[in-house]
T-cell receptor, first 115, second 110 residues
Framework: GAVVSQHPSWVICKSGTSVKIECRSL??????MFWYRQFPKQSLMLMAT?????????EQGVEKDKFLINHASLTLSTLTVTSAHPEDSSFYIC???????????FGSGTRLTVV | QKEVEQDPGPLSVPEGAIVSLNCTYS??????FMWYRQYSRKGPELLMY????GNKEDGRFTAQVDKSSKYISLFIRDSQPSDSATYLC??????????FGTGTRLLVSP
């Protein structure tokens, strides 16, 4: 139980285009979704927290207009990287608290490469 | 000073060895402590979850939390090559955002 499905697993896009990453909770309702970014050989850095039906809360230094987060339902949260640039190339991972408060479950991650 | 400190490794051990992974932290408000395993280019997978101080055992894995020392450990018994991965400690003050260590890369050789 507590599975988060993340798509796509990898994507290559051209500079200036936008990319949407989806995270779906398959067997539970995710009222909260955390979005992380991970650079090679580094730990996960929290980018933003999304709550179903309300605006996302962004961490300091994360551009709201560049990383658009939508959490329109209890089972779907999306991250859109707008006007992507090569420096946005990274591994993006979503995570949701497990029901009952027993830790957090993570998506499988999306490797974004901007060329 | 980072909130959570973790030696990045790599830590190389032979198959069958006991592995000890550790993290220290500075925020005394942390109450929930987790260990995640992450294979290359995959999302983290929850291994152990502990609330407050104490020990927890699950198969070959044992997690220890010493809140007085702000120190947590993960022990892996009878390590296998399939255990080769990056191990991330993570903690939170409540059901809020997790703070991660940098991860320790473990290599178990046959």
């Amino acid at each position: 139980g507590a599975v988060v499905s993340q798509h796509p697993s990898w994507v290559i896009c051209k500079s200036g285009t936008s990319v949407k990453i989806e995270c779906r909770s398959l067997d539970f309702q995710a009222t909260t979704m955390f979005w992380y970014r991970q650079f090679p050989k580094q730990s996960l850095m929290l980018m933003a927290t999304s709550n179903e039906g309300s605006k996302a809360t962004y961490e300091q230094g994360v551009e709201k207009d560049k990383f658009l987060i939508n959490h329109a339902s209890l089972t779907l949260s999306t991250l859109t990287v707008t006007s992507a640039h090569p420096e946005d190339s990274s591994f993006y991972i979503c995570s949701a608290p497990r029901e009952g408060g027993y830790g957090y479950t993570f998506g499988s991650g999306t490797r974004l490469t901007v060329v | 000073q980072k909130e959570v400190e973790q030696d990045p490794g790599p830590l190389s051990v032979p198959e069958g060895a006991i592995v000890s992974l550790n993290c220290t932290y500075s925020n005394s408000a942390f109450q929930y402590f987790m260990w995640y395993r992450q294979y290359s280019r995959k999302g983290p997978e929850l291994l152990m979850y502990t609330y407050s101080s104490g020990n927890k055992e699950d198969g070959r894995f044992t997690a220890q939390v010493d809140k007085s020392s702000k120190y947590i450990s993960l022990f892996i018994r009878d390590s296998q090559p399939s255990d080769s991965a990056t191990y991330l400690c993570a903690m939170s003050a409540g059901f809020q955002k997790l703070v991660f260590g940098t991860g320790t890369r473990l290599l178990v050789s046959p």
